[in-house]
């Protein structure tokens, strides 16, 4: 697969954000209709024959279609995970979720390092296809512990059926979207590109409009849209959509600064980044740890951090920056993005009644990888665009289009910090 062009990597990525996206609207309700252990152990398998079509991958289209794949059983088994917590710990889920945050924060510090040693590895000959092939045994044990002791509740809407149209007019309007935004500079933005980013907005009205009338005629719908009229919830919407939008874009533009441009291996570029990784998994422990008393104060700090690291980091890249240069701002970076982690999304509901919590959370947690999409397909079309060619790319341009972007991030990062006024000043509190 190394002689798929670099451009090509940032839709493989953004294709598994989208297809999250899309299914996480269907996901949480499938486990409504058909328990939540059931779906978790489907999205499970799933994820693991997908992730077995990865590595054995023979063409980047085989690829991207296989990484779709992952992103939908992915959006199968993900609502699950935290739809079961909630249903475990009751009361006390506030708890659980503040245990969860740090060990989220150490799978970001092992993820990439892992992966940047299995490349640099290249046990049994397989070099990048281990990525995907470590995937089967972490799945087979956990479909061995998850079918031992998850529990098997009572479906919460047993006998619903799912609202098929809706998740059609649903992913269509989010394709609509992204794809254009992700392809449209590769290809010179023609007319039809175009055309189709102005097509999402009617695509997702109507797509509105049918679950408004599904509401009124008292049918099952994917999305309570009665969430969207309290302020401080659509004010939530907005915030993930440039929260995740600029840390998955910024981080997408790092790795391949470090790599196409520095020339750095994976596991040299992994281990740069560490320090970004191991400030987030302490960032999530602060974060859970002063949020009954801050609120979303914990929010405003966090960026504040963010900001302070992507401005100096912006100050110490040079012609050619080192990678001891990157420590220092990457690992402030991570801290204060780590921070925002755990108490997003109880805050960002934390104006809504118990009733309304389901649907607008599996709402928020599709467009978080939405959010993630966009930040793909923008901050890696401009890093590209300033760029130029990257086969035929200097030293001096990689760090010009590293820096454009950099500066981006700090613009929406800027943004983000105006819009978590908007959100309710406490998180919500479980019953």
Same mark, same amino acid.
């Given at each position: 697969?190394?002689?798929?062009?670099?451009?090509?990597?940032?839709?493989?990525?953004?294709?598994?954000?989208?297809?999250?996206?899309?299914?996480?609207?269907?996901?949480? =309700?499938?486990?409504?209709?058909?328990?939540? /252990?059931?779906?978790?152990?489907?999205?499970?398998?799933?994820?693991?024959?997908?992730? *077995?079509?990865?590595? &054995?991958?023979?063409?980047?289209?085989?690829?991207?279609?296989?990484?779709?794949?992952?992103?939908?059983?992915?959006?199968?088994?993900?609502?699950?995970?935290?739809?079961?917590?909630?249903?475990?710990?009751?009361?006390?889920?506030?708890? $659980?979720?503040?245990? #969860?945050?740090?060990?989220?924060?150490?799978?970001? &510090?092992?993820?990439? &390092?892992? $992966?940047?040693?299995? &490349?640099?590895?290249?046990?049994?000959?397989?070099?990048?296809?281990?990525?995907?092939?470590?995937?089967?045994?972490? %799945?087979?044990?956990?479909?061995?512990?998850?079918?031992?002791?998850?529990?098997?509740?009572?479906?919460?809407?047993?006998?619903? =059926?799912?609202?098929? /149209?809706?998740?059609?007019?649903?992913? *269509?309007?989010?394709?609509?979207?992204?794809?254009?935004?992700?392809?449209?500079?590769?290809?010179?933005?023609?007319?039809?590109?175009?055309?189709?980013?102005?097509?999402?907005?009617?695509?997702?009205?109507?797509?509105?409009?049918?679950?408004?009338?599904? $509401?009124?005629?008292?049918?099952?719908?994917?999305?309570?849209?009665?969430?969207?009229?309290?302020?401080?919830?659509?004010?939530?919407?907005?915030?993930?959509?440039?929260?995740?939008?600029?840390?998955?874009?910024?981080?997408? +533009?790092? %790795?391949?600064?470090?790599?196409?441009?520095?020339?750095?291996?994976?596991?040299? *570029?992994?281990?740069?980044?560490?320090?970004?990784?191991?400030?987030?998994?302490?960032?999530?422990?602060?974060?859970?740890?002063?949020? +009954?008393?801050?609120?979303?104060?914990?929010?405003?700090?966090?960026?504040?951090?963010?900001?302070?690291?992507?401005?100096?980091?912006?100050? !110490?890249?040079?012609?050619?920056?080192?990678?001891?240069?990157?420590?220092?701002?990457?690992? !402030?970076?991570? #801290?204060?993005?780590?921070?925002?982690?755990?108490? #997003?999304?109880?805050?960002?509901?934390?104006?809504?009644?118990?009733?309304?919590?389901?649907?607008?959370?599996?709402?928020?947690?599709?467009?978080?990888?939405?959010?993630?999409?966009?930040?793909?397909? !923008?901050?890696?079309?401009?890093?590209?665009?300033?760029?130029?060619?990257?086969?035929?790319?200097?030293?001096?341009?990689?760090?010009?289009? $590293?820096?454009?972007?950099?500066?981006? +991030?700090?613009? #929406?990062?800027?943004?983000?910090?105006?819009?978590?006024?908007?959100?309710?000043?406490?998180?919500?509190?479980?019953?």
């Amino acid at each position: 697969m190394s002689g798929a062009r670099p451009r090509r990597c940032k839709w493989i990525a953004a294709g598994y954000t989208l297809a999250m996206a899309v299914g996480l609207l269907v996901g949480g =309700r499938l486990g409504d209709i058909y328990g939540r /252990k059931r779906m978790m152990i489907v999205g499970v398998v799933g994820f693991l024959a997908a992730s *077995a079509l990865c590595a &054995v991958s023979v063409s980047p289209e085989m690829l991207l279609t296989s990484r779709v794949l992952q992103g939908l059983f992915g959006a199968v088994l993900v609502p699950q995970s935290f739809g079961l917590i909630r249903e475990l710990f009751g009361p006390d889920v506030s708890k $659980a979720f503040a245990m #969860l945050g740090p060990v989220i924060g150490l799978a970001t &510090v092992l993820g990439p &390092v892992v $992966a940047g040693v299995l &490349v640099d590895a290249d046990l049994f000959g397989q070099g990048w296809r281990m990525i995907f092939l470590i995937n089967v045994p972490l %799945g087979a044990f956990a479909l061995y512990v998850g079918a031992r002791v998850l529990p098997s509740g009572e479906p919460a809407a047993r006998g619903q =059926r799912l609202d098929v /149209k809706g998740a059609i007019l649903a992913a *269509a309007g989010m394709f609509l979207l992204v794809y254009p935004l992700t392809q449209g500079h590769e290809l010179g933005w023609p007319a039809w590109t175009l055309a189709m980013l102005a097509a999402s907005v009617p695509a997702i009205g109507i797509f509105a409009g049918y679950q408004a009338k599904r $509401a009124r005629n008292n049918r099952s719908v994917l999305v309570r849209l009665g969430v969207f009229a309290k302020r401080s919830y659509t004010s939530g919407v907005a915030f993930l959509i440039a929260f995740f939008g600029v840390i998955t874009g910024f981080s997408l +533009a790092v %790795g391949l600064f470090l790599q196409l441009g520095l020339g750095y291996q994976p596991l040299h *570029a992994s281990l740069t980044m560490a320090p970004w990784a191991v400030g987030a998994f302490i960032g999530s422990a602060l974060g859970a740890t002063v949020l +009954a008393k801050l609120g979303r104060h914990v929010l405003h700090i966090g960026l504040s951090l963010m900001a302070v690291g992507l401005v100096v980091l912006l100050a !110490v890249m040079g012609d050619v920056p080192s990678a001891g240069a990157l420590v220092t701002p990457l690992t !402030v970076y991570g #801290l204060g993005m780590g921070m925002i982690f755990v108490p #997003l999304f109880d805050i960002i509901v934390g104006d809504l009644s118990d009733e309304e919590i389901g649907s607008a959370s599996g709402v928020l947690t599709s467009v978080e990888q939405l959010g993630a999409s966009l930040g793909i397909a !923008v901050l890696g079309t401009v890093f590209f665009s300033t760029v130029g060619s990257p086969l035929h790319a200097g030293i001096a341009e990689f760090v010009h289009a $590293a820096k454009v972007v950099t500066v981006i +991030a700090i613009g #929406l990062t800027v943004v983000t910090f105006a819009l978590g006024f908007l959100l309710p000043k406490k998180a919500k509190q479980a019953h």
